[in-house]
C-alpha cells in the first residue's frame, strides 16, 4: 500500500487565500451584479514597467536567431542579473554581498518554503505572530509539528506574539531557537524593523548559533532613510542569516515569476556528528538538482529593473501604490478605526470595531460593502481580532472602498 505524507494532514482545511477565493466566488455567484472590491490577496494591478517590457521583447527576438539562441541556463541564474543585484540592492547600501552568493528563482515563497530541505529535522523554529502563512504551513508539510491546538498554532514552532500591545516588535526569546522567520517590512502587519530591533535579533543569532531566514519582498516600500532595507547592514549578520528577495511587489512580477536568495559563504550549521558545515554549498546543490534555473526572457527583464530607466518607472510603481496604502489608512482613520502599517509598506493592517472576530468581519464586508479583504485570524491566532488589506489595487478602486466603508 502506497503511503503518503501523513504532515499534510496536519494543516487546517484550506491554505489562507484559497479560503478567501472561494467564499468570494460564492457570493459572486449568488450576487453576479455585485462589483466585488479585493483588497485581500496581495497581487498588483499595474502594468509592467516599459523597461522591463522592451528588455522582455528584446530577448523573445533573441531566441528566434541560432546565433542568440539561449537553451538551459546556469541554475543560480545569470551573471548579468546577479551582478546587478549585487551592486544596486546590497553595495550601494553598504551590505557587502558578491554575486555568487545571490541564487535567482522564481518566487521568494518558493525558496521560504524549499529552504527547508537543507536543513535537518529536529531544528527548533521561531514565527512571529500573526505570520505569513506559508513559513507555518511547510514546517508542518516537513514534519517539524505536531497537531495544531484550538486556536491553529502547531506544537514544535515558537510563536512570538506581534500586536499593538507590544507596538508590533518581537520579543527576542529568552530560550535558544534554531530557525528565525523575520519578515520587514512585515507582511501582514505593514509594520518595518528598526536597526536596533534587527541588531538584537542578529545579536541573539551569533550568541546561540542561529540562523534567521529574513523576508524582505518589500524592501522597495521602505521611505524611512532610518529603516534598513537588508539586514545585511547589520554587522555581523552574513554569518547568522539568509535573505530572501522579489521582483513581485517591486516590479509587478507576480505574474512573469522572478525572485532571489542571499546565502553567505560566512553563514554555516553543523552535521550530526557536530562538524561545521557551510550552507552555501548546500543549498547550490538543492538548487542545481530541483531547479532547472528562471527563463532568460524573464531575467531580462528582471536586469531592465536596475537600469537608469527602470529605476525610474519602478519608484514610479511603489509611489502609487504607497499612495494607495496612505489613502486607506487616512480614509479609515477619519472613521475612528485603529489602523496601523500602510507607510513603509503597501498593507493596511487595522482592529476590527468592536471585537468583531475576524472571519465575522469578512463575512459582514463582503456581504454589506462587496469588498474583499483578509481576516488577520488567517495570520495566526494573535492576529485575531485584526483585519489586512492590501494597496495593490486601482486608485479609483481605492477611494471606492474607503467610500464604502465610510457608508457601512
Not at 515569476?257 to 552555501?280: D, M, N, Y
Request: aromatic share 12%.
Amino acid at each position: 500500500m502506497t503511503r503518503v505524507n501523513d504532515n499534510y494532514l496536519k494543516l487546517k482545511a484550506g491554505y489562507l487565500f484559497p479560503e478567501i477565493g472561494r467564499r468570494v466566488a460564492a457570493f459572486c455567484k449568488a450576487n453576479p451584479d455585485a462589483k466585488v472590491i479585493r483588497l485581500g490577496i496581495g497581487d498588483v494591478t499595474e502594468p509592467l514597467p516599459a523597461a522591463v517590457l522592451k528588455a522582455m521583447h528584446d530577448a523573445v527576438d533573441e531566441m528566434s536567431a541560432r546565433q542568440t539562441f539561449r537553451g538551459y541556463g546556469p541554475e543560480q541564474g545569470y551573471d548579468f542579473l546577479r551582478e546587478a543585484i549585487a551592486e544596486h540592492d546590497f553595495r550601494s547600501r553598504g551590505a557587502q554581498v558578491d554575486a555568487d552568493e545571490i541564487f535567482i528563482s522564481a518566487g521568494s515563497k518558493c525558496d521560504s518554503g524549499n529552504i527547508l530541505d537543507i536543513f535537518g529535522s529536529d531544528n527548533s523554529i521561531a514565527v512571529t505572530d500573526p505570520v505569513y502563512p506559508v513559513y507555518v504551513d511547510t514546517n508542518v508539510m516537513a514534519g517539524h509539528t505536531g497537531q495544531p491546538d484550538d486556536s491553529g498554532r502547531y506544537p514544535g514552532l515558537h510563536y512570538i506574539p506581534v500586536t499593538a500591545e507590544n507596538d508590533f516588535v518581537p520579543a527576542i526569546p529568552k530560550d535558544k531557537v534554531d530557525l528565525i522567520y523575520l519578515c520587514y517590512p512585515n507582511n501582514p502587519t505593514g509594520t518595518v524593523a528598526s536597526r536596533e530591533t534587527l541588531s538584537a535579533w542578529v545579536e541573539y543569532a551569533r550568541r546561540n548559533d542561529s540562523i534567521i531566514l529574513f523576508d524582505a519582498a518589500y524592501e522597495a516600500y521602505i521611505t524611512d532613510p532610518q529603516i534598513p532595507h537588508s539586514i545585511y547592514e547589520i554587522p555581523g549578520a552574513r554569518e547568522v542569516a539568509i535573505e530572501f528577495r522579489s521582483f513581485s511587489k517591486t516590479a509587478g512580477f507576480t505574474g512573469t515569476r522572478c525572485a532571489f536568495t542571499v546565502v553567505p559563504k560566512e553563514l554555516s550549521g553543523t552535521t550530526a556528528s557536530g562538524q561545521r558545515q557551510a550552507i552555501h554549498p548546500l543549498w547550490n546543490r538543492r538548487q542545481t538538482t530541483k531547479f532547472n534555473g528562471v527563463s532568460y526572457i524573464v531575467q531580462r527583464g528582471a536586469a531592465a529593473v536596475y537600469s537608469v530607466d527602470g529605476q525610474k518607472q519602478v519608484r514610479q510603481l511603489i509611489d502609487f501604490y504607497l499612495t494607495n496604502a496612505r489613502r486607506l489608512r487616512e480614509g479609515l482613520g477619519k472613521l475612528g478605526l485603529q489602523i496601523y502599517g500602510g507607510v513603509n509598506a503597501p498593507y493596511v493592517w487595522l482592529k476590527t470595531p468592536n471585537k468583531t472576530p475576524s472571519w465575522d468581519f469578512f463575512d459582514q464586508l463582503l456581504q454589506r460593502a462587496h469588498l474583499v479583504g483578509t481576516p488577520g485570524s488567517g495570520f495566526g491566532a494573535a492576529g485575531e481580532g485584526y483585519f489586512r488589506l492590501s494597496a495593490f489595487n486601482s486608485r479609483d478602486n481605492v477611494e471606492e472602498a474607503v467610500e464604502r466603508f465610510r457608508r457601512l
